[in-house]
């Protein structure tokens, strides 16, 4: 009987030992650490295995969390920088065509306090992070005095186009950086810079959608006739609520029409203007 546990220590590829237990010889393999009998070293070896599977799963949890928080650190980054650039753009274009009401109110700034709603700005681009869809948001208004914007209609427009183009441009050079260094996206710093494109391409869609108060309904309203723009002036009113509702009530619809968006842009115009 030894000899047989023996071959099948050897076929396993474990080298084995005599131990001497209760007066009597037993074959165990050298990989356990105690001298015992041999249903208790089955057991052992057994409970060994399932200890090493429970502290590498364990690490496993804290190492996706880690990666979590630094994922979500990223995109925390990347939502102030970019909603910054976004918002002064605005400001700087509305004060460019006479209007100094967004630059008397400390708007004209890259400072990220300044410009940043907590819900939309932060609590929503996370939340859709976390969920794996496409993240995007808003931010606090630009106050505007529509009759100071020089060139009427179409002054209104370029102020409210400015932000969005921004977001187009800097997702833009994000993708240029990762194309022509040829690094990979999915891992490394090119996933950051990656990433970067995704949320910037993310603001321009949703900021384009013309609900108001997003930039897309500024561009509406300039167009519209003088009735539209009334009821587009009271819808303004409660543009936080709106947002909050349109998230809520249609987040499926948009997380699809955003995902679809941005991988349009990415693959058919971006794709094609670096070939």
């Known amino acids: 009987m030894p000899f047989i546990v023996m071959v099948l220590f050897w076929i396993l590829g474990l080298k084995t030992r005599l131990v001497r237990r209760k007066e009597k010889l037993t074959l165990l393999p050298y990989c356990l650490l105690l001298p015992v009998n041999s249903h208790f070293a089955i057991r052992s070896s057994f409970s060994f295995n399932v200890s090493l599977y429970s502290v590498n799963y364990s690490l496993s949890i804290w190492y996706n969390i880690y990666m979590n928080i630094w994922y979500l650190l990223a995109v925390l980054v990347i939502i102030l920088l970019s909603m910054s650039l976004h918002e002064m753009s605005h400001a700087y274009v509305a004060y460019w065509l006479g209007d100094d009401t967004a630059r008397a109110q400390g708007r004209l700034t890259l400072n990220p306090l300044k410009?940043?709603?907590?819900?939309?700005?932060?609590?929503?681009?996370?939340?859709?992070?976390?969920?794996?869809?496409?993240?995007?948001?808003?931010?606090?208004?630009?106050?505007?005095?529509?009759?100071?914007?020089?060139?009427?209609?179409?002054?209104?427009?370029?102020?409210?186009?400015?932000?969005?183009?921004?977001?187009?441009?800097?997702?833009?050079?994000?993708?240029?950086?990762?194309?022509?260094?040829?690094?990979?996206?999915?891992?490394?710093?090119?996933?950051?810079?990656f990433l970067a494109v995704q949320v910037n391409l993310g603001f321009f869609v949703f900021n384009l959608i013309p609900i108001p108060p997003l930039d897309g309904s500024r561009v509406l309203y300039a167009l519209a006739p003088q009735f539209i723009q009334t009821a587009m002036e009271k819808m303004e009113r409660f543009g936080l609520i709106i947002m909050i509702a349109l998230v809520l009530v249609f987040g499926s619809f948009l997380t699809a029409f955003m995902g679809n968006a941005i991988n349009f842009i990415i693959v058919d115009i971006f794709g094609r203007l670096v070939l």
């Open 115 to 193: 410009h940043i709603d907590p819900v939309m700005s932060i609590a929503v681009p996370l939340l859709f992070a976390l969920s794996g869809g496409p993240i995007f948001g808003g931010a606090k208004p630009v106050p505007l005095n529509f009759s100071r914007i020089k060139g009427g209609n179409v002054g209104i427009a370029l102020v409210a186009i400015a932000g969005p183009l921004v977001n187009l441009i800097l997702a833009y050079l994000a993708f240029c950086v990762v194309y022509y260094a040829h690094v990979p996206v999915d891992a490394g710093w090119g996933f950051y810079v």
